[in-house]
């Protein structure tokens, strides 16, 4: 059976769960809102810079979903203090 690929998000399973086509579209507009500020912000940056930066920030966001809402809705509460998987409320930035 022939399968063609809608997307070649690089992620394989993008076309057989919507959901995660949406998730990927999600973060995907976020990264060019968020590029487009700092553009706005920083118009000498490089378009390599404003890349990293934004990068950073899209795997800040995603962080903070995995280890804030995922992980204590599929672990518990109790299990995610116990292994140490909370974020820190502070010392994020060493600037």
């Known amino acids: ?24 579209t999600i973060f995907v507009r976020e ?4 590029e487009q500020a700092l553009h706005y912000l920083n118009p000498h940056w490089s378009g390599e810079r404003l890349y990293q930066e934004v990068r950073r920030i899209i795997n ?8 804030k809402e995922y992980l204590p809705s599929i672990l518990g509460n109790y299990a995610v203090r116990r292994y140490g998987l909370q974020l820190a409320d502070s ?4 600037g």
Not at 60 to 67: F, G, H, K, M
Not at 91 to 94: D, E, K, P
């Open 31 to 34: 990264h060019n809102r968020i």
């Open 91 to 94: 010392g994020y930035w060493n």
């Open 60 to 67: 800040a966001i995603w962080q903070i979903i995995v280890y």
């Open 1 to 24: 059976m022939y399968c063609f690929k809608l997307s070649l998000s690089g992620d394989g399973r993008v076309n057989e769960w919507s959901g995660l086509a949406a998730i990927h």
